[in-house]
């Protein structure tokens, strides 16, 4: 018997639009990398991974949604957005962005607003619901600064965000329907160097980048919580394999951090960094003190959070309104210049960039703070999902 072919499964709208917003993984190389002369660098594309199996929200296509991405996106309308990488509007300053698990659903993601202290979940074709409301002091650079999920999240449901009180910085943990409950108090607090970010290691524990609360000093003193990457276990203590047994320290010299990630496969971990004279990207290292930056940022574009796709590291920045690409060499290290992208002239702009968080090695969660000092539109402000590899497409704009 003669069997048909059938139709092409039609991929989901959500993959298509994080498509239209493709960041690049070349760029030339120079010789201020590991004061090496480089050649030319050559495409520097991972390999081909599995995508997420994430169906069209409700089951279904959606009748509204076109099967091509748009050339042209007419401007937001109050809350409703036109753009189809954008799953969230109507936020207010989303300075932490946690991807949640892939379970066959449209993507989602938890998402922090700093001032307000209000944790949502948003999820592509839904509504955002909040998960509950922390209570912090958002004065200076304060506030919700960081957010992740439990290292065993799909059993406990946990949450760890990094917040400002009228008192301290802390850890604090949650889950939908009860109280937080502190996990690590007493990090100094200032006038400024408040801000904080955490992150899962990949071996159950999780890194805590702490500012300096306005004094450089406290970054190099080793008894104090300010100005470090801390390793704890989810109750607070020092975890297991620290550089220093019994001391949550697992690295210094930080003063206020924008964001950590992570490679995929746990290989290395980076931090971003607001200086008093220049903004930088670290390696993280055990043990050690963030003294050689990776690369520096003289015009101080306030970095945020970062994502790791193999091939290169994107950085999300708020003043400068875009985000930074550097290469990555197959050993490992940053082997190029930063190349901005989703600024209006390199990919679509969203404004100020705040919060990422990555769903796998291709595609990545961004918020944008815009109402923190930008030019916000009205579906502002946005979690948009953008991909982590091949050539940007032409962008119009921030509308």
């Known amino acids: 018997m003669r069997v048909g072919m059938g139709k092409a499964p039609r991929?989901?709208?959500?993959?298509?639009?994080?498509?239209?917003?493709?960041?690049?993984?070349?760029?030339?190389?120079?010789?201020?990398?590991?004061?090496?002369?480089?050649?030319?660098?050559?495409?520097?594309?991972?390999?081909?991974?599995?995508?997420?199996?994430?169906?069209?929200?409700?089951?279904?296509?959606?009748?509204?949604?076109?099967?091509?991405?748009?050339?042209?996106?007419?401007?937001p309308q109050g809350c409703t957005d036109y753009d189809q990488s954008v799953i969230a509007t109507c936020l207010?300053?989303?300075?932490?962005?946690?991807?949640?698990?892939?379970?066959?659903?449209?993507?989602?993601?938890?998402?922090?607003?700093?001032?307000?202290?209000?944790?949502?979940?948003?999820?592509?074709g839904g509504p955002a619901t909040e998960v509950t409301r922390l209570d912090v002091q958002a004065t200076g650079d304060g506030g919700l600064t960081g957010l992740a999920l439990s290292p065993?999240?799909?059993?406990d449901q946990l949450v760890f965000a990094y917040v400002t009180t009228a008192t301290d910085n802390r850890v604090v943990r949650f889950t939908r329907g009860q109280q937080p409950k502190p996990v690590l108090t007493g990090i100094p607090k200032g006038a400024t160097g408040n801000r904080g970010a955490i992150m899962t290691d990949g071996k159950g524990a999780l890194l805590v980048a702490t500012g300096d609360a306005g004094n450089p000093s406290a970054a190099a003193d080793p008894r104090s919580l300010a100005g470090k990457v801390l390793r704890i276990d989810t109750t607070g203590n020092a975890a297991e394999g620290n550089p220093a047994p019994g001391s949550r320290v697992y690295a210094s010299g930080v003063h206020s951090p924008g964001g950590l990630c992570q490679a995929t496969d746990g290989s290395r971990t980076w931090i971003t960094d607001r200086g008093a004279d220049v903004d930088a990207l670290y390696a993280v290292t055990p043990g050690a003190s963030l003294a050689v930056p990776t690369w520096t940022w003289p015009e101080k574009p306030a970095l945020a959070g970062c994502a790791d796709s193999g091939a290169s590291i994107v950085i999300a920045s708020s003043v400068g309104a875009n985000l930074q690409e550097l290469p990555i060499t197959l050993d490992g290290s940053v082997g190029g210049k930063p190349k901005?992208?989703?600024?209006?002239?390199?990919?679509?702009?969203?404004?100020?960039?705040g919060?990422?968080?990555?769903?796998?090695?291709?595609?990545?969660?961004?918020?944008?703070?815009?109402?923190?000092?930008?030019?916000?539109?009205?579906?502002?402000?946005r979690v948009v999902l953008i991909s982590l590899q091949a050539t940007p497409s032409g962008g119009s704009g921030k509308d």
């Open 355 to 381: 919060g990422l968080d990555q769903i796998d090695s291709q595609f990545a969660l961004v918020g944008t703070v815009n109402k923190d000092g930008g030019q916000p539109v009205s579906s502002d402000d």
């Open 340 to 353: 901005p992208l989703m600024d209006g002239k390199n990919g679509t702009a969203y404004g100020r960039y």
């Open 92 to 124: 207010d300053t989303v300075s932490a962005v946690a991807a949640l698990p892939n379970t066959g659903a449209a993507p989602g993601a938890l998402a922090a607003e700093r001032k307000t202290g209000r944790v949502v979940q948003v999820t592509a």
């Open 152 to 155: 065993t999240y799909p059993e």
């Open 11 to 75: 991929r989901p709208w959500w993959l298509l639009a994080a498509c239209g917003l493709l960041l690049s993984g070349c760029a030339q190389f120079d010789d201020r990398a590991a004061n090496q002369t480089f050649e030319p660098a050559p495409e520097l594309t991972a390999p081909a991974g599995p995508q997420p199996q994430v169906p069209e929200a409700g089951g279904g296509a959606d009748p509204s949604r076109p099967s091509t991405p748009q050339t042209s996106i007419p401007p």
